[in-house]
C-alpha cells in the first residue's frame, strides 16, 4: 500500500479551509478511525488516504461553551471533555454515549464531530444527538451553514458535506431545567462493541409535570438512526410515572429497518429495540 504522501497540519481555520479547497482531503481531528483504517489498508494491500489535513492543532474549534440558548460543541471536542464538562441533565444521554465510544484511551482521543462524519449506522453518538436536536455547523470559503444532524447523515458512511467543507461545530439546544434524557445500548459485550441496538430519549415537562417535548432515536436498526415520530407524539401530555411502555409497539417503531448480520438478525433487532426503549421510558418516571 502506498503511504499518505501529503500531511498538513493548520493552526486556524482560514488556513485549513484554503487548503481544503484546494483538492481532495481526508480530515484527521482525534485519528481514532483514520489510523486503524490505515493500518488495515496497509494489510490488505488496499489504498489509503494520501492527503491528510490534521486539524487537531486549530485551536478555534476546540472547547464547550453553554450560551443563552444553545451549547456549543467545537469539533475539536472530545468524548473525554464532553462527559467531564458540567452539562444539564438533558446531555446525560450523550455523556451515557460518550461512556460507550471504545474505552478511556479512545474517549480521549476521538471526537464527537468524527463520530458523526464517520456515519456509521452503529456510531453510539448519533442516536442522541438527533433526540437532543442537535445541528452540524459546516464552514467552506463560501460561507458558514447549519443543518439538522438527523440530516447530515444521509447513510451508511454518506454525509451531507460538501467538496471544500469542513464540520466545525455542533449545536444543542438549551432546554428547561425539568428536561431528562436517557441512553440505552444493547451489544455482545458490556464495553468495545458494535451495538445491535441503542436507544436515546429527550423529554422536557411543563410546570404540571407532563410532558411537552419528546425526542426518541434508535441507532443500529437502520442505515442511519431514525426518530420515533408517532411514538414521540403520543407521549406529549403524559407524565412519567404514567405506564409509557404501553405506547412502545410495532407501529410506533415503524420507522426501523433492521438487518441480518453477524451480529444479529432483523427480528431480534426489533425486539432488542422495543425493550431497550421501554426501559429508557420507565425509568424516566424514576429518575433514573
Known sequence: MKMPSTYERPHTLDV??????????????????????????????????????????????GGIEI???????????TWTEMIEADLPPYFNTLKAAGRDVGGVQIQNRGT????????????????????????????????????AVAKFIQGNRRTALQDGELVTAIYVPRRSTRALSNFH???????????????????????????????????SCSEVAQRMYLLEENMIRRKPDEDLRALVTRDTLSPLSP???????????????????????????TGS
Not at 488496499?46 to 490534521?54: A, E, F, H, T, W
Not at 450560551?67 to 471536542?77: I, K, N, P, S
Not at 453477524?262 to 421510558?281: K, T
Request: glycine fraction near 12%; aromatic fraction near 4%; hydrophobic fraction near 50%.
Open 185 to 219: 445500548k444493547l451489544g455482545a459485550r458490556r464495553y468495545l462493541v458494535i451495538s445491535i441496538a441503542m436507544v436515546a430519549v429527550v423529554v422536557d415537562f411543563d410546570e404540571s409535570g407532563a410532558i411537552n417535548h419528546a425526542r426518541v432515536a434508535i441507532g
Open 259 to 285: 438487518i441480518d448480520d453477524i451480529r444479529a438478525d432483523a427480528g431480534y433487532r426489533m425486539r432488542a429495540a422495543q425493550n431497550l426503549v421501554q426501559r429508557a421510558l420507565a425509568e424516566l418516571g
Open 67 to 77: 450560551r443563552d440558548d444553545e451549547v456549543r460543541l467545537g469539533a475539536r471536542a
Open 112 to 147: 464527537i464531530a468524527g463520530n458523526i462524519c464517520n456515519a456509521s449506522p452503529a456510531a453510539d453518538g448519533v442516536p442522541a444527538l438527533i433526540a437532543l436536536d442537535a445541528d452540524v455547523e459546516l464552514s467552506g470559503l463560501r460561507g458558514i451553514r447549519r443543518i
Open 16 to 61: 485549513a479551509l484554503d487548503i481544503l479547497a484546494s483538492g481532495s482531503w481526508t480530515v484527521l481531528s482525534g485519528g481514532t478511525d483514520i489510523f486503524p483504517g490505515l493500518t488495515d489498508a496497509q494489510a490488505w494491500g488496499r489504498s489509503g488516504p494520501q492527503r491528510i489535513l490534521d486539524i487537531s492543532g486549530i485551536g478555534e474549534l
